[in-house]
């Protein structure tokens, strides 16, 4: 049975939302798989008796310190050791778990899940990707969304090289495509770096590792052309945090406008409530949480890191993310297709 | 009297739509400065007799040549000496006009502009800017917007001090706020080229140059926080093109709601009317037209640029902009401020 590591004290709702969402993903499962919660057990012990766990594969695992939102990861890692971040991912490195699950401090965790578990063979640096909408089917992924800056060409070509293992084993996607993100479409365009990248990426392509389909633009991302869009970590994490700032943005564009019809009599009540559920629905295509989470990508070893906002049912996908990765050993195919270089 | 060079046979609209903005500009302001409409004549001409431009301040200069969307930049300069782009520019050089406004090929006008006018002294990168809305009142200013990859800081730290000369000299903007996009608010976040920049740009602060507010994050762009926003022309010409795209991608969206509501009856015709009202008024503030267009900063002598797209209202405001730019001494004051390093 497989083994899954749960940070108990990870994420602005934690523990509760995490205890929650563990109760939630045993239950709806069926004890599909053992879930080991690590935190501190004054914190979790008085949540969890709140729920009927008897009956499901939960253990719980005592870990007295806490990496917090404001630690320093390269510090927290070395001076946490008894953290609930440190401890899952050592069980990870002892093979007592499968994988570990966290939404605590993205930053933290990259670096524990680096010291810990290393890297993968063959890859030079590991990445973190994200989801966004587009018109039609499915989602696209972002790659790297601001673990690595500065970035050679071979890193963004081995990015689109993991992410494409990840979403044809991890996502079911037979045949991903990847645009790399430029300031124009035509072969030549950009930086040296993207210039370099290209070829590569054109290189990847001919020998089937991976899809690739060109030179992308900002405005190609949510038409969804490509199913991976490779780009610098400064880029990623900037098109993330903008994407994730639009509802609040255009929420407050609209309340003042229904205020003011409301005000007018040109809309009633009623009218105000049916617009405000079809703005809800119009925005659920950027709601980052019910994505649950990703995998670090690279990393020797499972290591799931969720937003710090993540909800109870964005552990449960989590979670079941993580037994994804295992049973699909997408892992193994990236240690396959690296070092087949 | 100002005299105002204005490309014909720039943008998809043109030439009808450059005339129909050219005389709009010089009816509404009472022949307030003089236009030289520079073009094709038997494409132009036809469509100038439409109009009474009898009683305007207008000449009209023929050009036999016409630089298209698809020419290259660096090409289009040399070989098209006969074009609008070309022959409107050597205008400005040879002091017969004061400004030059043009809604064509970006890249080429830009390449043009540096090639015919230079650089103003002291200026070691041109660069241009982009227009972005905020939550309450003003605009966010986003620079560099594609002219320039892998800036070096010192680029960086120029691209702020001529946008803050243009904000408060041009825009009216007694207090610009600078803020350098990165990965993270803290002082040392980013790539080594971010962290130098973060140093030079707090020492041009101290100097009373520019106002730095430090580190800004992608989700701070439209909370406005700060009026500039500087950072790698990749990242400037991603944020933007995504920008533009989120209007289409939520009216999908929208559309594929309202019409599931109005065939359940549960929406009729006139709130479908009003609800579609509403988000249009949405997505005004990211509507890129009403802004005209933008100058190159760090031009010796004043290029404005237009989208594309431009409508004739567009091209009014590029025509009152440059008037705005050549009276309100934007360029002497940007090389005043640039040579007293």
């Known amino acids: 049975m ?17 205890i929650e969402g563990t109760v939630q993903a045993l239950q709806e499962s069926g004890n599909r798989f053992e879930i080991v919660l690590i935190g501190q057990s004054d914190k979790v012990e008085p949540l969890l008796a709140q729920h009927d766990v008897s009956s499901l594969n939960l253990r719980f695992l005592h870990a007295p310190e806490v990496v917090t939102m404001e630690d320093v990861p390269a510090i927290a890692v070395k001076t946490k050791q008894q953290s609930s971040l440190v ?24 670096a524990a899940s680096l010291f810990i578990l290393g890297r993968i063979p063959g890859v030079l640096r590991p990445t973190i990707y994200a989801y966004f909408p587009r018109l039609g089917e499915g989602l696209t992924n972002i790659v790297d969304v601001g673990a690595n ?62 899809d690739f389909i060109g030179n992308i633009e900002g405005h190609d991302i949510l038409k969804g052309h490509a199913t ?10 900037t ?30 009540q009623s009218a105000a409530k049916i617009t405000s559920g079809m703005f809800k629905d119009m925005f659920e295509p950027f709601d980052v949480e019910k994505f649950g989470g990703v995998p670090f990508l690279g990393v020797d070893g499972i290591s799931i890191v969720g937003h710090g906002r993540s909800t109870s049912r964005a ?14 050993r997408v892992n193994e195919h990236i240690a396959e297709v690296l070092t087949e270089e």
Chains 1, 2 share one sequence.
């Open 228 to 237: 991976i869009v490779v780009c610098d970590g400064l880029v990623g994490n």
């Open 239 to 268: 098109i993330l945090k903008f994407g994730e700032s639009i509802p609040q943005f255009l929420g407050t564009q609209l309340k003042q406008s229904m205020e003011k019809l409301l005000a007018s009599g040109q809309m009633d």
């Open 149 to 210: 800056m500065d970035c050679k060409p071979e890193n963004l070509v081995q990015f689109a090289e993991m992410l494409t293992i990840y979403q044809r084993y991890g996502a079911g996607i037979e045949k991903p495509l990847t645009g790399l993100l430029n300031i124009g479409e035509e072969e030549g365009k950009g930086s040296e770096t993207l210039k370099q990248a290209y070829k590569l990426l054109k290189n990847a392509h001919d020998k089937g590792k991976i």
């Open 87 to 110: 401890k899952g991912l050592q069980l990870c490195k002892a093979k007592k778990a499968h994988a570990f699950v966290s939404a605590g401090n993205t930053g933290a965790q990259m």
């Open 315 to 328: 552990i449960k996908n989590m979670i079941y993310m993580a037994e994804h990765m295992i049973e699909k």
């Open 2 to 18: 497989l083994t899954i590591a749960v940070d108990a004290m990870g994420g602005d709702n934690a523990p509760a939302c995490v």
